[in-house]
């Protein structure tokens, strides 16, 4: 597979691998908070972590749209299919995340509710225009990556005139998180954070460039490479994190230079801003009330906003109780410290959303690397 | 002046047709259903003789018995139907005993609305895969329910066969030290029904691997009569079956990523739509475990059928108590192999 192959090579792997190796000061620790679900997804996925001298740890960061989402969205999109009968569409991944009351869309689904899997928000809209007599709610999630694709689908609405169609905006914004986790060490209650350096957002940064990162060398002193969502991506970026580190150096640098430039997509950037405001804070699961880290859809286009449609209120429900996702999601616990991941979490019957989506830190730790005795291994001489 | 009385005196109208509750209502028009589209295509001399049973002599020895129900959407897909899918399900499920199957029963829940078209290419289908597994259905039953309680067509299927002396195919019995092999490309199934789902529709040329595996599997009993363990990895995939068959045997299982054979449309597909190739499903398939004395007489044996063309050595059982499925990545890590959760779910970014 072209563009893919070539990034998942095991002797390009082993390449890295020895020259990490050669790079790293074995008198130190190097902690590198991978940002996003998709970086943790690889690393377990194709076993980066072993490919990785044993001082090198990739702390899991908050980039799962899933999981940060807080529990009071969740209640609201459940609130909107069962008390206003609307049909909700929604990525795959959101239909598992757990409501209040153990509630969830699958299980609303399951009881009649009308919720919709959708792979696009044009299949949103095709939905909407199908059933003219129902109201259509795109239950929009996700960073900066999938922003672009929800302004197109409420500019396209407007061009319609289509008006049972209307977006329940959740788009949160990368780098007010980073900024979240590295002011966080701050705040009381919660276990510090000790971070070293970034591995970047990949596509988000395909869309707002790698400049928005800049602060953090800047204010915090910490060192950021854009990285792609490919093993050996991720390795290069390790290396590239751990050169920056030992020289002493600390910039924005950019390894996924296939996909990002340093401004980003202007064009989208421009749709953007015409659609979407800044909010003036937005809770995120794990970090809390975040200043200006997510979106809101302008009044220009309030007619396409289901906030306003159906008067929905902002909940803020609790985490289940003993539930360490706050902690994973800053980097702050591992999956396996906190006492309900293997017990009463596991991926059939997730207590917190770091269990949910295949890209949240605790269901990787779970599916590909939970603690184990490896058994005693016997090569296979494959027969090709 | 015409003194013949036809037994159906208006004629099943297949083309513009469509199927109503009197259909299942178990009267005249139930008959003329049967008659008129199932058993003029599945015709057999057992079918012919109309019982509510089939009646047939069996061979001394040990006989399975298999049944599965078949749901799936869209009813006809890239290389294949409900139709033959509900043939070549439950013979593999037969034939992963080592038995040759011998007979199979088909009831079907049809949903009021149906076109009779549909439903005919839909039978005329299961009766070409059951001619040509030399496998006839021998009894049958037809219930309809109300519009907007079925799918279109449900079926369920079930099958008798008869196993050979000295066969002891089991999922109990995996041993450390034995080998894994697969038939052949996995992941072609799901991908075929996904890309022709009408929400997803994506332009490709993957055909499901819909097909009966006992043929395979009669020469791989001959070469091999002690083979371990035989499943075709249908709903949930490779890694589902292997993780069933690692449980039911108490063992472990170390798998070669590299070594497994994988379609480039396939991996394409699944790359694009976020999912893991070794949970998608298959229908012509199966894992085979086996002495490691056996593995090589085995693979010769597959890839010399039509239907093992691509067959693998992918892994090797091992000793774990835990029964985690583990990989060597071709990338030179090592990741667990879980049991599916749920159903594979797209990802967002």
């Given at each position: 597979m072209k563009y893919v192959d070539e990034f998942r090579q095991h002797h390009l792997a082993q390449k890295l691998a020895a020259a990490i190796g050669r790079e790293v000061d074995s008198a130190r620790e190097y902690r590198l908070m991978e940002f996003c679900g998709g970086h943790t997804h690889a690393i377990f996925r194709y076993g980066v972590q072993d490919l990785m001298p044993c001082n090198v740890e990739f702390v899991h960061g908050p980039g799962c749209p899933v999981c940060v989402l807080p529990i009071g969205r969740i209640d609201n999109a459940i609130h909107l299919v069962k008390q206003h009968d609307v049909i909700l569409c929604t990525y795959?991944?959101?239909?598992?995340v757990p409501g209040s009351g153990r509630q969830s869309l699958l299980k609303v689904k399951a009881a009649g509710g009308d919720v919709r899997m959708v792979y696009s928000t044009l299949d949103a809209l095709r939905i909407a225009r199908d059933n003219p007599g129902r109201q259509v709610v795109f239950f929009a999630i996700g960073f900066e990556t999938t922003t672009p694709p929800t302004a197109v689908a409420i500019r396209q609405a407007q061009a319609e005139g289509l008006t049972n169609f209307t977006v329940f905006c959740n788009h949160v914004l990368t780098p007010a998180a980073m900024r979240s986790i590295l002011e966080?060490?701050?705040?009381?209650?919660m276990a510090p954070v000790s971070i070293d350096g970034f591995l970047g957002p990949a596509h988000v940064s395909a869309i707002i460039g790698s400049r928005p990162y800049e602060f953090v060398p800047a204010e915090f002193r910490r060192p950021v490479v854009i990285a792609g969502f490919e093993p050996l991506d991720v390795m290069q970026s390790a290396l590239m994190l751990i050169r920056q580190l030992n020289e002493g150096r600390c910039e924005v640098e950019n390894e996924y230079t296939r996909v990002v430039n340093r401004r980003g997509n202007v064009k989208a950037q421009a749709l953007v801003a015409e659609v979407f405001e800044l909010c003036h804070a937005f809770e995120w699961r794990g970090l809390g009330l975040v200043a200006h880290s997510a979106l809101r859809i302008k009044d220009a286009f309030g007619v396409w906003d289901a906030e306003r449609r159906f008067s929905i209120a902002g909940v803020s429900a609790p985490d289940?109780?003993?539930?360490?996702c706050p902690s994973v999601l800053r980097g702050a616990r591992k999956p396996a410290e906190c006492r309900l991941f293997g017990t009463v979490c596991t991926p059939e019957n997730p207590m917190g959303a770091c269990m949910v989506s295949s890209e949240g830190a605790c269901a990787a730790y779970w599916s590909y690397g939970r603690l184990r005795q490896p058994p005693v291994a016997i090569k296979v001489e494959a027969v090709r | 002046m015409n003194t013949v009385i036809r037994r159906f005196p208006m004629r099943l109208d297949v083309r513009r047709g469509t199927v109503d509750m009197t259909h299942g209502s178990g009267g005249h028009a139930t008959a003329q259903l049967i008659e008129a589209l199932f058993v003029r295509h599945l015709d057999n001399e057992i079918l012919r003789q109309a019982n509510d049973q089939a009646a047939f002599d069996v061979s001394a020895g040990r006989m399975v018995m298999s049944t599965d129900s078949h749901v799936v959407s869209p009813l006809f897909f890239p290389g294949g139907d409900i139709g033959a899918l509900a043939v070549h399900g439950t013979i593999n499920d037969v034939a992963m005993s080592g038995a040759h199957p011998r007979y199979l029963s088909a009831a079907f829940i049809l949903e009021e609305g149906f076109p009779l078209a549909d439903l005919e290419r839909i039978v005329a289908s299961m009766a070409q895969a059951a001619s040509k597994a030399g496998v006839p259905v021998v009894t049958g039953d037809t219930k309809v329910v109300e519009r907007g309680k079925g799918d279109g067509v449900f079926i369920t299927t079930t099958a008798v066969g008869v196993v050979p002396d000295g066969v002891k195919i089991s999922g109990n019995r995996a041993q450390p030290g034995d080998v894994i092999l697969v038939s052949g490309t996995v992941g072609d199934h799901g991908v075929a029904i996904m890309s022709s789902r009408e929400n997803l529709a994506f332009e490709t040329c993957i055909e499901s691997d819909s097909a009966a595996l006992h043929e395979l599997v009669a020469a791989m009993v001959a070469a091999a009569p002690d083979i371990h363990c035989l499943r075709d990895p249908?709903?949930?995939?490779l890694a589902t079956t292997l993780n069933e068959l690692a449980q039911q045997s108490g063992v472990g299982m170390l798998l070669q990523e590299d070594a497994i054979p994988v379609r480039s449309e396939v991996a394409a597909a699944c790359e694009l739509l976020g999912l893991d190739v070794l949970y998608v499903a298959n229908e012509g398939k199966l894992v085979c475990i086996c002495a490691p004395g056996d593995a090589l007489c085995l693979l010769q044996v597959m890839r010399a059928h039509p239907l093992g063309?691509?067959?693998?050595?992918i892994g090797e059982v091992v000793a774990d108590v835990q029964g985690f499925v583990q990989m060597e990545t071709a990338f030179g890590g090592r990741r667990i192999v879980d049991w599916l959760v749920g159903e594979q779910l797209p990802r967002i970014c």
């Open positions: 795959g991944d959101m239909l598992r966080s060490p701050a705040v009381p209650g289940s109780k003993g539930c360490e | 249908t709903r949930g995939g063309r691509q067959a693998a050595i």
